[in-house]
């Protein structure tokens, strides 16, 4: 299966067995790319605080960055979009028009606040769904460059179920190594922090009466569901023997989209809130000529 496969592969195995995936593996793959790129690392700012009681390092950060790098990201984005056949003509015309300002689109998808950027963009239809993947994969590169930066700055001891970089909700877990360790994977920045077993990370429950597993699909073997009865809430779980590399784990989270499916047939749903909210202030960078030539390359 895909899921068993890694890096650029998994992205190739993805689009020979879903073809019908293409618009989205289309935009998945450019947001990697995107992220690669070294010109994020400049701006990523030193945390206000060392993460502790809870609060995620993004929250209260402010970016200074250079307005032409968020536009030429956003418009990119956006037109890969639109020549995949997603329905986002609203938006693109709204940001060549100049009604809509980049800026602000990147500052909302950052803080990962889905229903203000819902709201800004200000669309006669509901394009809610397409909007929250959009605002994901825009964000994507900013936060997975300040994953890589603060890595090391994530409080050891960090207990709670949401991201410790985002605030973002896991994406999955994994059961890792030979020692079995579980970690919680962030599928907006990548992030990875070690939690205990039995333990729901969406309301905490620890009650082992009130958590189990689901059977995984055929072909799923090394996959699992864990769930909670007292929220409903669900994680989806793999077994590997090294870390997911942060930019695959979008990826991985799509490719066990059966397991989805299965929580979903049981009434068991992901969180629709963020785990826990962040500010980010998004402020301009005044940056140089040879910055601007650095961007076309």
Not at 94 to 114: C, H, I, K, W, Y
Not at 227 to 233: A, H, K, L, P, Q
Not at 255 to 274: F, Q
Request: proline residues 6%; hydrophobic residues 45%; contains cysteine.
């Amino acid at each position: 299966m895909a899921s068993q496969v890694s890096g650029g592969s998994l992205l190739a195995a993805l689009d020979v067995e879903h073809p019908e995936w293409r618009p989205l593996l289309v935009l998945i793959e450019a947001a990697q790319r995107e992220a690669e790129r070294p010109h994020w690392a400049r701006f990523v700012p030193a945390p206000g605080h060392q993460g502790r009681e809870g609060r995620p390092l993004l929250d209260g950060a402010v970016i200074s960055v250079a307005p032409k790098l968020i536009e030429r990201w956003v418009r990119h984005i956006l037109a890969l979009a639109a020549s995949a056949g997603t329905e986002v003509e609203p938006l693109v015309n709204a940001v060549a028009a100049g009604r809509l300002d980049p800026s602000l689109l990147f500052e909302t998808a950052v803080s990962q606040d889905v229903d203000r950027f819902h709201e800004i963009a200000r669309v006669e239809r509901d394009y809610r769904g397409v909007l929250r993947g959009l605002a994901s994969l825009i964000a994507m590169p900013m936060l997975q460059t300040c994953w890589r930066v603060w890595a090391e700055r994530v409080p050891t001891d960090w207990t709670y179920g949401y991201c410790p970089v985002c605030g973002g909700w896991p994406a999955l877990a994994e059961i890792r190594g030979l020692d079995g360790a579980r970690h919680l994977r962030c599928g907006c920045c990548g992030s990875d922090w070690r939690t205990e077993w039995l333990r729901c990370p969406f309301c905490r429950e620890g009650d082992h009466e009130k958590l189990g597993f689901l059977v995984s699909p055929e072909g799923l073997e090394r996959q699992s569901i864990e769930v909670c009865d007292v929220c409903r809430g669900y994680v989806k779980t793999i077994t590997t023997l090294t870390a997911i590399r942060p930019d695959d784990v979008l990826l991985h989270d799509l490719a066990t989209l059966p397991l989805d499916m299965a929580a979903l047939e049981r009434d068991y749903r992901r969180p629709a809130a963020r785990g826990s909210a962040v500010a980010v202030g998004v402020v301009a960078e005044s940056w140089r000529l040879r910055d601007l030539l650095s961007l076309r390359a």
